[in-house]
């Protein structure tokens, strides 16, 4: 007997007993029935089911579970004799027995209603019956199924009983009169109903109520019916007014009655008259009339009786089918408020007179005017309507594109995109791709495109792929920098932003980044869902590609959230990017899945060049080796696809496969497919003579030899081992490099290919459009060239001979003859024409630049006169000048041929134009892209003059061109570009062949020009001109100082290094830092001060070490090598900033500054800054970079030189440079006030002071504070001429003026002062400062006193003492 399972047992345990019970066949205890409802005959058994399933049946169990959902009974059962047959197929069987609808539209009977009653309605003479209401519901006895019906079905019985029990031919309308007359009885009692008194009581109470008021208002006169109400009026709740008020126009409103006239067959409207509540007005109280109402306005039609719900017309609604009114002409600027577009996009003019049929008025706020305006497209926009939606869309795309391409600027008053932002515009498209319309997600994201994509910025980053550093780009994103209301925030809100769990909301990040609060709002996974599941069509599915470029192109983050986002790089490669397709003929096609898209393999680049990881996971992980087979495989009029959309997808392989290659990736494609690459190659030339030439295959072939470059890089590094740098991106820094698979045998075979095609090419040079035609492909050339020969030199197992051999090869060959055509000359001259330094508006900002929303801003294009315009040489010449460095490095020999490049006339009027000292605007995202490309051509001619100079014996006669280039690039340089700024401080700006005025008679000429300035009195033994010799013999100590203190971040520098260098194993991105700010501040030169004088006095002050010393004395000379002989390139650091940086050296140390180096260098420099010139650009209320506040930094100097100076004279001199007239006077209060102890150590002798006595003496003093302690520390003895002989002068010169003043303009209290001030210098014991006081006359510093004396006081002066004196004596005593 088998077990019963128990408890613990398996699933395994009781497939076992199951499988033991069927082998041993015995008899189940339960049976399988099919039970029917129909009745068996009595005695037969049921059929049993031939089922081997445990099935139990359990008695009054239904056989199936209930229904979720309640549905009627099946009725039809199958017969149980009836048998299906076998083969035949359920789905045919099902077709036999179906019939056409018009099977059962053809049986319809309609129902008999030819004995039915019909009964017409009551006429009425108001527009809608009247309104039942449950409280006028009189009492009436029940019927007999009132109990089970409501209120409501019953009245509307009694109606129909009531309407079928009259004869409507009878019915008489009751007459205008009888109406009234009814109205007039009914308004009897409005506010007194007797509600809730006895049936029998009510009505008399009633009466007897409304008689006495009504005999009160008639005992009352006008004046008192007035009062009463006033008083009640101010009793009563003004709610309850209100309410009274709105009940009584309720009541006294009898609507608007329409009669027939039965002579014409017009409807006369007429306006009912509010008659007031209660009793007419006694005798003698005057109404005051209403006026007449307008007439009312004409409707263009005549309604008629007919029409359905026109018994009763309502004007205010009908209003708008009037003729609009007249336009009211605007003269002003048209602003946002008043602003209407047209459906096109276009800015309508406020007088513009359009007609109606084009759909512009339909909009109630200023109907007269033509267009919609923002706030009305923005409600359009969330209408119930799809079509609304989709049109208010389209049009508001249409708006943004025009206002970017700036057709509004000179039209409105504010921007366009940052009116829309503000008002969340960016969230209602996303809350519009989130719709269930086709047409509203097409019109979504077709705005969103015009929104974030610039068209001509991705054109200009592609067509300038092929450049010099090319395919490095700047991150399109704003900058980090934290807005000035931000540090109001409180700490809490700070505390957040740190947490990295905690995120900020996505309005909050549209406000600084757009592209980061899109992303908050879960874009990506939309867009990949409407790309995967909704299929668009291809104008969308291109709309939505462009969106994920740029927001590839925003920053590193954006890049790798486009690639983790789930199945949406899948669904790109799959659907976009397939290996095989159905042919596809020229035109529009319908569907783009599963056609291959040059837009996803731009997009893969895109990312790809965000980081070496990123292109590593998109060759390894999505298989793109196997498409970039595809389509590199064949030539683009193979692909079963357009032209052009065939050049393009060829296009953007190369260019994704040489992104891979600048990380070192790739080289195993390459071998596969280098026969293609062989046969590509040498088809290029019969393809070059073929006219005219197309644009799209002048960029494939650029990008081709563009990809060989970066292969041949790549092999250059194939056999070198170093550690990898510290990534400043750290998704890249966690895997180590992978050294490149491809070898210099692979490679070196293609020179012989490339360098006969830059041959063809550079004959068209003559040929102006042809050479234009062909740019890009002379400029790819010359950089393949280029990284040939350095890959070539640095190959282990080089053989220098044939190296040597082949440059000299190509340059006899090649490179010569090019530098001597006519022709070439003529490619500087476009330089300073072309360049954005020499022409900033070339580079203004875009119309509708927001800084949230970074865009490059090239609207329609380059100007051909610009960097990147057709006319422009720069790129062909940066190229050219790369390989003429590289050949000069590798063979010395040919600097001085290559020489005659740099005296090319345009070249040299170029760098004069650069060298000059000009303000540089504001840094642009296009401005800093198109200097980036400008400076690598000005680095290497500077690196060119370095070789050639290096050669010479004699002097480069545009040395100090060249230094002054030098020296105004290095404080320019963006980041991206450390290593440039690293080797300039190596070689041009510290080379003594720049500097020729060290071996040719310039400290000479500085000891003559400070002779020749003597005015001040200075000592001309300063020896500037030895200290100058002494700085130029210096220089590789000066060198070595500023290469420590002008510091990089090391992860950045050796990026950059990676990126000039084509290492690819050290390269973690090309995406370059964000462009904030140069480099290196403008007044670099301190740098190494500023750092010693931070460390001496910051938080965690330290002793300067004993090198400082060197340091400091370094710094300073360099500063003056700068002052002396390169002023142009301080110009930039205010003169008040230089004062500034000096009096740092002071307050580094207590002894440092009486180092005699120190003292000789700095007596030079302010020297220099006393100048006449320096000095009237000297102010020092203006704020200063590094520094809070200048007064703040004089009261620290002024401690400083009361503890340490001991009298020295250089430290009193930049004590008393501030105290100059010319300056703010809280300057000299801080002396004579907080610090009057330091004026005994103010001992420089008058003959010393480094600027005249005049600008400290005139205009006089009118501060009447100041004056007092001038006056203060002259008679307590604080201010002498022993101590402090130059503010004893000061000081005596305005209280001369003050106590002698007689302006009539001056305040009383000043003129009280004044004779306080005489009266007390009258009553002076100290005779000397009496007569100082008294006599002065005019500064002198011949003299020992500073000052010369009156012999006797002049007349004017005399009177005003007698005056003083006399009344002093008269009042017996001081006076107050």
């Not at 193979?638 to 790739?666: C, D, H, K």
């Not at 105004?968 to 041009?988: D, F, K, R, T, V």
Request: glycine share 6%; aromatic share 6%.
């Amino acid at each position: 007997m088998l077990s019963r399972p128990k408890p613990g047992e398996s699933e395994v345990d009781l497939l076992r007993f199951q499988n033991q019970f069927l082998s041993s066949g015995a008899t189940p205890a339960v049976r399988i029935v099919k039970k029917v409802k129909k009745e068996w005959p009595a005695g037969e058994e049921l059929p049993v089911l031939q089922d081997q399933r445990d099935v139990v049946t359990l008695d009054k169990l239904p056989d199936l579970p209930p229904t979720l959902v309640p549905a009627p009974p099946k009725r039809a059962r199958p017969s149980p004799n009836f048998t299906l047959p076998e083969e035949q197929d359920p789905e045919e069987r099902l077709d036999q027995h179906d019939q056409h609808i018009t099977a059962i539209f053809t049986k319809i009977i309609e129902h008999d209603t030819s004995a039915m009653t019909v009964t017409m309605p009551l006429p009425s003479g108001v527009a809608f019956p009247r309104v039942f209401h449950r409280s006028q519901k009189g009492p009436q006895g029940k019927t007999a199924t009132s109990g089970k019906r409501s209120i409501f079905a019953q009245e509307i019985e009694a109606r129909r009983n009531a309407e079928a029990n009259s004869t409507p031919p009878g019915m008489t309308v009751p007459t205008q009169g009888q109406q009234e007359e009814t109205g007039k009885s009914s308004q009897g009692l409005q506010l007194i109903t007797g509600e809730g008194l006895q049936s029998e009581d009510a009505r008399r109470e009633v009466q007897t109520i409304h008689e006495e008021n009504l005999a009160k208002l008639h005992a009352l006169g006008p004046e008192e019916i007035l009062q009463e109400q006033q008083r009640l009026l101010a009793q009563l709740d003004p709610s309850l007014v209100a309410f009274l008020k709105s009940r009584h126009g309720t009541n006294g409103q009898t609507g608007v009655e329409s009669m027939e006239e039965q002579n014409s067959g017009t409807v006369v409207h007429e306006t009912p008259k509010e008659e007031p509540v209660g009793p007419p007005p006694p005798s003698g109280y005057k109404r005051k009339q209403p006026e007449p109402a307008a007439s009312a306005p004409e409707l263009p039609v005549t309604p008629h009786k007919e029409w359905l719900h026109m018994g009763t017309v309502e004007l205010e609604k009908l209003q708008w089918t009037q003729d609009l009114p007249q336009l009211r002409r605007q003269k002003t600027q048209e602003g946002m408020q008043q602003a209407r577009f047209g459906l096109q996009g276009e800015l309508l003019a406020p007088d513009v007179d359009l007609p109606t049929h084009l759909g512009l008025h339909h909009h109630g706020e200023e109907a007269e005017r033509a267009g919609y305006s923002l706030q009305e497209l923005f409600h359009l926009a969330r209408s119930q309507i799809s079509q609304q939606r989709a049109l208010a869309l389209q049009v508001l795309a249409r708006i943004i594109s025009k206002a970017q391409a700036g057709e509004f600027g000179s039209q409105l008053t504010d921007s366009v995109l940052r009116l829309l932002l503000d008002a969340g515009f960016l969230f209602l498209l996303r809350f519009s791709l989130d719709d269930s319309v086709d047409s509203v997600i097409a019109a979504a994201v077709w705005a969103l495109r015009a929104l974030l994509v610039a068209p001509g910025d991705e054109e200009l980053l592609d067509r300038t792929f092929s450049w010099y550093q090319g395919a490095a780009v700047f991150p399109l994103m704003p900058s980090q920098e934290e807005e000035e209301e931000e540090d109001e925030e409180t700490l809490a809100e700070k505390a957040r932003k740190k947490n990295p769990q905690e995120t900020r909301p996505p309005p909050d990040l549209a406000r600084h980044d757009v592209i980061k609060g899109l992303l908050a709002t879960q874009l990506l996974p939309r867009l990949r869902y409407l790309l995967e599941v909704t299929c668009p069509s291809p104008t969308v599915v291109q709309d939505i590609l462009a969106v994920l470029i740029r927001v590839a192109r925003h920053s590193l983050e954006s890049a790798t959230k486009v690639l983790e986002c789930p199945r949406l790089i899948d669904t790109l490669v799959r659907e976009f990017l397939p290996s095989s397709w159905s042919p596809v003929g020229e035109g529009p096609i319908s569907r783009l899945h599963g056609v291959p898209c040059a837009a996803a393999m731009k997009l893969l680049r895109v990312l790809a060049s965000a980081g070496r990881n990123i292109s590593a996971r998109l060759m390894s992980g999505f298989d793109l080796r196997s498409r970039l087979c595809r389509f590199v495989s064949e030539a683009p009029q193979e692909l079963a696809m357009p032209i052009q959309e065939a050049e393009q997808l060829n296009t953007e392989s190369f260019r994704l496969w040489a992104v891979a290659a600048t990380y070192g990736q790739g080289g195993d494609l390459y071998r596969e497919l280098y026969p293609v690459l062989i046969q590509a190659l040498q088809g290029l030339p019969q393809e070059l003579s073929i006219r005219p030439h197309s644009p799209l295959a002048m960029q494939r072939i650029s990008a081709l030899i563009t990809l060989l470059a970066h292969l041949t890089q790549a092999s250059s590094s194939s056999n070198v081992e170093l550690p990898a740098p510290a990534s400043p991106y750290p998704v890249e820094s966690n895997q180590s490099p992978v050294p490149p698979s491809i070898t210099w045998v692979q490679v070196s075979g293609l020179r012989p290919l490339i360098e006969p095609i830059l041959r063809q090419v550079l004959k068209e040079l003559p040929q102006t459009d042809t050479w234009r035609a062909l740019a890009p492909l002379p400029t790819a050339c010359l950089l393949y060239l280029a990284a040939h020969y350095q890959a070539w030199s640095q190959q282990p197992k080089l053989c220098p001979g044939e190296c040597l051999q082949d440059v000299e090869r190509l340059s006899e060959e090649l490179v010569l003859p090019l530098l001597s055509q006519p022709t070439f000359q003529g490619l500087w001259d476009s330089l300073r024409h072309c360049s954005p330094l020499c022409n900033p508006l070339s580079c203004a900002p875009a119309p509708e630049f927001i800084p949230n929303l970074i865009s490059l801003g090239c609207v329609g294009g380059c100007p051909p006169l610009s960097l990147a315009g057709s006319s422009s040489s720069f790129p062909f010449l940066t190229s050219l000048l790369s390989l003429l460095n590289t050949l000069a490095r590798i063979h010395k020999g040919l600097c001085g041929q290559f020489a005659s490049v740099l005296g090319a006339p345009g070249l040299q009027d170029y760098l004069r134009h650069c060298g000059a000292p000009s303000r540089v605007p504001r840094l642009t995202p296009f401005f800093a892209w198109a200097l980036r490309h400008e400076y690598h051509l000005q680095y290497l001619v500077l690196t060119l003059a370095q070789r050639t100079a290096g050669l010479r014996t004699e002097p480069t006669p545009d040395a100090v061109l060249y230094h002054t280039v030098a020296l105004n690039l290095l404080s320019h340089l963006l980041p991206g570009s450390e290593y440039l700024a690293h080797e300039l401080l190596l070689g041009s700006v510290f080379r003594p062949e720049f500097l020729p005025e060290g071996a040719s008679g310039g400290p000479e000429a500085a000891d003559f020009s400070d002779k020749l300035n003597l005015g001040s009195g200075r000592s001309p033994a300063s020896g500037r001109g030895a200290l100058l010799a002494e700085a130029c013999r210096d220089l590789p100590s000066i060198r070595g100082c500023y290469l420590a203190h002008c510091t990089l971040p090391r992860p950045a520098l050796l990026h950059s290094q990676a990126l000039y260098q084509g290492e690819p194993l050290h390269i973690p991105s090309l995406l370059l830092p964000v462009p904030k700010e140069p480099l290196l501040p403008v007044d670099w030169p301190f740098l190494p001060l500023i750092h010693l004088y931070h460390q001496a006095s910051g938080p965690t002050s330290e002793a300067l070490h004993l090198c400082s010393l060197g340091t400091v004395t370094r710094a300073l000379q360099w500063v003056l090598v700068l002052e002396s002989w390169r002023p142009s390139s301080l110009r930039a650091v205010l003169p008040a900033a230089r004062l500034a940086r000096l009096m740092c050296v002071f307050l580094m140390d207590s002894d440092l500054f009486r180092e005699a180096p120190i003292q000789q260098v700095i007596t030079a420099l302010l020297a220099q800054l006393c100048q006449p010139q320096a000095l009237s650009l000297l102010k020092l209320d203006c704020p200063l970079p590094g520094l809070a506040s200048f007064p703040d930094l004089y009261s620290s100097f002024l401690e400083h030189f009361e503890a340490v100076s001991f009298g020295d004279p250089l430290f009193g001199a930049l004590v008393l440079l501030p105290l100059q007239r010319q300056h703010s006077v809280t300057l000299r209060l801080s002396l004579f006030g907080e610090h009057v102890g330091a004026l005994r150590a103010l001992g420089l002798p008058l003959a010393q002071l480094p600027v005249s006595l005049e600008n400290y003496t005139a205009p006089p003093e009118d501060n009447l504070e100041l004056l007092k302690l001038y006056f203060q520390a002259l008679v307590t003895g604080a201010l002498c001429p022993q101590w402090c002989p130059v503010l004893y002068a000061v000081a005596v010169a305005h209280v001369n003026s003050f106590i002698f003043s007689q302006d009539p303009k001056s305040s009383g209290v000043m003129g009280a002062a004044s004779k306080w001030m005489l009266q007390k210098t009258w009553l002076l014991a100290n005779e000397s400062l009496k007569q100082h006081l008294l006599y002065y006359k005019l500064p002198n510093v011949a003299l020992p006193e500073g000052f010369e004396l009156y012999p006797q006081l002049p007349p004017l002066r005399k009177n005003r003492l007698q005056d003083v004196t006399d009344r002093l004596l008269k009042d017996g005593g001081l006076g107050s």
